[in-house]
């Protein structure tokens, strides 16, 4: 499956525009040599050195995958704006995509294993960084400590333990991650594509928590139209629904 073909397009146009704005790639490290932090990790707002993405800034947070491991640039990230301490702020408009190259995601089994790699973001557990908040709507909001500035957390830190999180689970087989700290114009942009695919998942779980096949009075109407997948998965649970009333 490739659901989200379309906007791994749209956010390959846009690394690539910026990369003439001075974009960095960093490798990944293989392993995270950060420590993790015990139960009930919290950065209080007196400790706190950077928060990424707060309400009153521009935040984006989403996750797209591919059955097509050649749209993934396993191993990578990529920072747009300054790194954790470079930044002369202690506010960032924060933008933190994660695209995984996954095997063996079908139509039948799409819905309940993207459910597990977006109740994973939830296990990130680093100590001097904390996730205060996910919404929802696409935002997240973190915290950084003053000590983890200071012992020198940055991005790679973040994308390494991003990676070895994800590789945990069996289905995955590669890891990108993406970084905006720029702009709120830049994480804005950001946004529209996590919109798109925030829409392809809602369709996804209308048909497959609800069990809803009511096309004409459907607000994803559109997105099925527009992606075939999304119409497959459509057909095969109207037809499942129908062995079942027989």
């Not at 659901?3 to 791994?8: A, E, R």
């Not at 990944?28 to 993790?36: C, L």
């Not at 973190?142 to 945990?168: C, D, H, P, W």
């Not at 994803?220 to 459509?234: K, Q, T, Y």
Request: net charge negative; hydrophobic share 35%.
């Amino acid at each position: 499956m490739n659901l989200f073909d379309n906007v791994i397009a749209d956010l390959r146009d846009y690394l690539q525009r910026k990369k003439s704005e001075g974009s960095r790639e960093f490798a990944i490290p293989e392993k995270s040599a950060w420590p993790t932090a015990g139960k009930g990790n919290v950065v209080l707002e007196t400790d706190t050195a950077i928060e990424l993405g707060n309400p009153r800034d521009e935040s984006t947070s989403f996750m797209l995958w591919s059955n097509d491991e050649k749209k993934i640039n396993d191993g990578r990230i990529t920072l747009i704006g300054p790194d954790l301490s470079e930044s002369k702020q202690k506010n960032l408009p924060f933008g933190k995509i994660v695209l995984l190259g996954v095997r063996g995601m079908t139509e039948d089994n799409c819905y309940e294993r993207h459910r597990e790699l977006e109740m994973a973001r939830y296990d990130l557990n680093l100590s001097g960084y904390m996730m205060r908040s996910a919404s929802q709507y696409g935002r997240e909001w973190s915290r950084v400590s003053k000590e983890a500035i200071a012992r020198g957390v940055n991005f790679a830190t973040l994308g390494s333990a991003l990676a070895q999180m994800y590789r945990s689970i069996d289905f995955v087989e590669s890891v990108e991650v993406v970084f905006v700290t720029s702009s709120p114009a830049d994480v804005r942009e950001l946004g529209v594509m996590g919109d798109k695919a925030s829409r392809l998942i809602g369709a996804l779980n209308k048909m497959a928590a609800e069990m809803s096949f009511e096309c004409d009075s459907c607000e994803f109407v559109d997105v099925c139209d527009e992606v075939e997948d999304l119409r497959n998965i459509r057909n095969n649970l109207q037809k499942e629904g129908t062995n079942v009333r027989r």
